[in-house]
T-cell receptor, first 115, second 119 residues
Framework: GAGVSQTPSNKVTEKGKYVELRCDPI?????LYWYRQSLGQGPEFLIY????????DSGLPNDRFFAVRPEGSVSTLKIQRTERGDSAVYLC?????????????FGPGTRLTVL | AQTVTQSQPEMSVQEAETVTLSCTYD???????LFWYKQPPSRQMILVIR??????QNATENRFSVNFQKAAKSFSLKISDSQLGDAAMYFC????????????????FGQGTILTVHP
């Protein structure tokens, strides 16, 4: 079956603009995660959804960042008033917590560049 | 809270040789999982191997094995018979375990080690 997909693969925007990044998880996966990976660094956790609700949003850096998953499938990460420091690769992962290990499957990421 | 440290920014190995990547971690959890992920230039993270902290036996997956030293909080990855396709960035990661014993899911990653494989 299809893996996790993310769109767009690359996004260039100007400082102060609003952006939306989309994640399509593996069909049937109830858990969905967003991570941010700055250049040369490991991914940092942003938020975790179980179904439609955010089970853990402790990694969101500030109130400019918001994520939704209204129907428990596709998720959108929204960034308001973008800053140059928001430039990074945004990774999405999904998992099926009912499985033995709750293994996360990652998408290819969206590279966001804020000019 | 958890922290993961990879002290080797870059490593290299000759094809068919063996290489070991280092990782140390710190966690206040009594039960947790440790992982090694591979990230090729395509950016897609791929799980290489996992270790459940309560299991003393080191995990192995074909050419990949770990040396898990719980008391020292060390979790190194050994790649045997290295292949050109092993070249990538490798990340060590940790997650706490749920009450049911599965991974909570939220991963804490190290800074990564770039592995180069020479033909």
């Amino acid at each position: 079956g299809a893996g996790v997909s993310q769109t767009p693969s690359n996004k260039v925007t100007e400082k102060g603009k609003y952006v939306e990044l989309r994640c399509d998880p593996i069909s049937g996966h109830t858990a969905l995660y967003w991570y941010r990976q700055s250049l040369g660094q490991g991914p940092e956790f942003l938020i975790y959804f179980q179904g439609t609700g955010a089970a853990d949003d402790s990694g969101l850096p500030n109130d400019r960042f918001f994520a939704v998953r209204p129907e428990g499938s596709v998720s959108t990460l929204k960034i308001q008033r973008t800053e140059r420091g928001d430039s990074a690769v945004y990774l999405c992962a999904s998992s099926s917590p009912g499985g033995p290990y709750n293994e996360q499957f990652f998408g290819p990421g969206t590279r966001l560049t804020v000019l | 809270a958890q922290t993961v440290t990879q002290s080797q920014p870059e490593m290299s190995v000759q094809e068919a040789e063996t290489v070991t990547l280092s990782c140390t971690y710190d966690t206040s959890e009594s039960d947790y999982y440790l992982f090694w992920y591979k990230q090729p230039p395509s950016r897609q993270m791929i799980l290489v191997i996992r270790q459940e902290a309560y299991k003393q036996q080191n995990a192995t997956e074909n050419r990949f094995s770990v040396n898990f030293q719980k008391a020292a909080k060390s979790f190194s990855l050994k790649i045997s018979d290295s292949q050109l396709g092993d070249a990538a960035m490798y990340f060590c990661a940790c997650s706490k375990a749920n009450a049911g014993g599965t991974s909570y899911g939220k991963l804490t990653f190290g800074q990564g080690t770039i592995l180069t494989v020479h033909p």
